[in-house]
């Protein structure tokens, strides 16, 4: 089975996302966001809508990524076990909080 090469363009766009994490972080505080061509063309809390939107446009390989702002909690429950794991995220940006 043959593997297919990611583009160069994909691996700049998420370059570019990684080089512009506060900017993004500020314009769309904690969503989804899908960057191509090193533009945002879709955000949103929901990743099912931003790579719906993605898809209607017909963009090939964009780079999705969640623009995590302020203090985030994730929580974990296995009732089974009676077992409750919180993770508590905590990633500050220039001029946050």
Request: proline share 2%; with cysteine.
């Amino acid at each position: 089975m043959t593997q297919k090469k990611t583009s160069s363009r994909y691996w700049d766009d998420s370059d570019w996302s990684i080089a512009n994490a506060q900017m993004l972080s500020e314009h769309y505080p904690n969503q989804w966001i899908t960057i191509y061509n090193k533009k945002v063309i879709a955000h949103h809390k929901e990743l099912g809508r931003v790579a719906r939107q993605a898809q209607k446009l017909g963009v090939n390989e964009p780079v999705f990524t969640f623009s995590e702002r302020g203090i985030l909690v994730y929580g974990y429950s296995h009732c089974g076990l009676n077992r409750v794991m919180i993770l508590i995220c905590c990633r500050k940006a220039l001029n946050s909080i």
